[in-house]
């Protein structure tokens, strides 16, 4: 595997299940960023990790926790979703959180519907 | 805060025709700039990105990008497009945050779409 994987690639759940989505990246990266894509709004940044760290939580509800037990794997453990929450999960990293002009590589997306 | 402007949501070109994506965006104080594509199914890839030095910005697949401080703009082009080229299209800057972090603010998108 090479680049950033992403898994399940698609995913429907309840509004009461727990699921959790994965993210890998192979590229030696120390920073790590999950991003929500609805459609026709502006991609969402939602967590930030650097050295395993969460750096930024930009108001993100408590149904979606984050976890990154090291700096190659990042996850979204997903509980008690809304309707609303139905998008692309994107996960991306970079080899530092600081500048941001470093190149941010994105995995393929987890498509989430929520029933 | 930063915003990043794409006007419009979809731009449909022929095969061979210019292509021309406009970005806009608000600070005064010249940020990271980046144009990334979006091929279906997939995540977003780097275009091009300017950081400092030279105004124009070559990137991959024959774009390029100009960087207008004095018009807050960083407009995408090529000069003939390609059935290729087919994607969405999105312009992010960067910008400061409190404690001095980072993060990238990205418009909303632009699909292009290429007629044979």
């Known amino acids: 595997e090479t680049g950033v994987t992403q898994t399940p690639r698609h995913l429907v759940m309840g509004m009461t299940n727990k699921k959790s989505l994965k993210c890998e990246q192979h590229?030696?990266?120390?920073?790590m960023y999950w991003y929500k894509q609805s459609a026709k709004k502006p991609l969402e940044l939602m967590f930030v990790?650097?050295?395993?760290?969460?750096?930024e939580n930009n108001s993100v509800p408590s149904r979606f926790s984050p976890e990154c037990p090291n700096s190659s794997h990042l996850f979204l453990h997903l509980h008690t979703l809304q309707p609303e929450d139905s998008a692309l999960y994107l996960c991306?990293?970079?080899?530092?959180?600081?500048?941001?002009?470093?190149?941010?590589?994105f995995g393929p997306g987890t498509r989430l519907t929520v029933t | 805060a930063q915003s990043v402007t794409q006007l419009g949501s979809h731009v449909s070109v022929s095969e061979g025709a210019l292509v021309l994506l406009r970005c806009n965006y608000s600070?005064?104080?010249?940020?990271?700039l980046f144009w990334y594509v979006q091929y279906p199914n997939q995540g977003l890839q780097l275009l091009l990105k300017?950081?400092?030095?030279?105004?124009l910005v070559k990137g991959i697949n024959g774009f390029e990008a100009e960087f207008k401080k004095s018009e807050t703009s960083f407009h995408l082009t090529k000069p003939s497009a390609h059935m290729s080229d087919a994607a969405e299209y999105f312009c992010?800057?960067?910008?400061?945050?409190?404690?001095?972090?980072?993060?990238?603010?990205f418009g909303k998108g632009m699909k292009l779409t290429v007629n044979p």
């Open positions: 600070s005064s104080v010249p940020p990271y």
């Open positions: 300017y950081t400092t030095g030279a105004t």
């Open positions: 990790y650097n050295f395993k760290e969460q750096t």
């Open positions: 992010a800057v960067s910008d400061s945050m409190q404690g001095g972090s980072e993060k990238l603010v």
């Open positions: 991306a990293s970079s080899q530092d959180r600081i500048p941001s002009s470093y190149e941010q590589y």
């Open positions: 590229l030696g990266h120390n920073a």
